[in-house]
């Protein structure tokens, strides 16, 4: 079989610069994408909280938005218009080039974005009203009742969904081949059609892999812990309230 001639796989390991050059870029993309997703999803999470229906209703035209139409296509216009938009704006007299780690990261960030806004307004839903109330009696403004009381137990409640849309985030990077975009899947894609060998795909998956596979390990750890932490909380009180009533007695 094809996939298993030992003469193919020494052409594809000996062109294993482009598929870590693929890699890296791919990497790179994933810090920046994700990054902007974490601030946008936040900020987008709040906006979906307050009590501001300008607010609530920006995130809701955002998500909406986002979430029902295709990454392809938001890359894809990305990739064709923002250049003409950035001509107008700069009063170029050429298109301005965007760099594919550019679209990259703007096209997987403002996409994963819509998805973690939701995932943080539910965690902020979970958190007990009386938490806000607290910390507004106590002196902190809305925002800073946001940043130092409802949000850091927000991130503990959504730690295990807030992976997982980091893990879709990596797969999603893929999108970039079409656009030619220098990044793993775009430099499989070069070396099969280059040599006509799909031993570059196997390789390419085995990449993605390693990305992946430690992200989803972490996914099911954090999932397990949360699991755990009610029954150890429940504990807690039924021990509490043992102590409680052998004083009593």
Not at 52 to 75: C, D, G, M, W
């Amino acid at each position: 079989m094809d996939l298993f001639d030992p003469m193919r796989w020494q052409q594809t390991l000996a062109n294993m610069d482009m598929f870590w050059e693929g890699f890296g870029f791919t990497l790179r993309v994933v810090l920046a994408g994700l990054a902007l997703a974490l601030v946008l999803g936040t900020v987008l999470g709040i906006f979906s909280t307050t009590r501001s229906k300008v607010l609530h209703a920006i995130n809701r035209v955002y998500v909406e938005f986002y979430q029902n139409t295709p990454l392809p296509v938001q890359v894809f216009f990305m990739y064709a218009a923002g250049p003409l938009i950035l001509q107008r704006i700069t009063g170029a007299s050429d298109p301005v080039r965007i760099a594919s780690f550019t679209l990259g990261a703007l096209g997987v960030g403002l996409y994963h974005a819509a998805y973690i806004s939701e995932v943080i307004r539910q965690g902020i839903e979970a958190v007990p009203r009386g938490q806000m109330e607290a910390a507004l009696s106590q002196g902190f403004s809305r925002a800073q009742a946001y940043r130092y009381v409802i949000l850091p137990q927000t991130f503990r409640i959504i730690l295990p969904p807030l992976c997982n849309q980091a893990l879709n985030l990596v797969k999603n990077t893929s999108v970039l081949a079409l656009i030619a975009g220098g990044d793993l899947m775009y430099n499989a894609d070069n070396f099969v059609s280059t040599y006509g060998y799909l031993q570059g795909y196997v390789m390419c998956c085995l990449l993605y892999f390693l990305i992946c596979f430690p992200l989803a390990l972490l996914v099911q750890h954090l999932e397990r812990s949360s699991s755990r932490t009610p029954r150890r909380r429940r504990r807690a009180v039924a021990a509490q309230a043992g102590q409680t009533a052998g004083g009593e007695a």
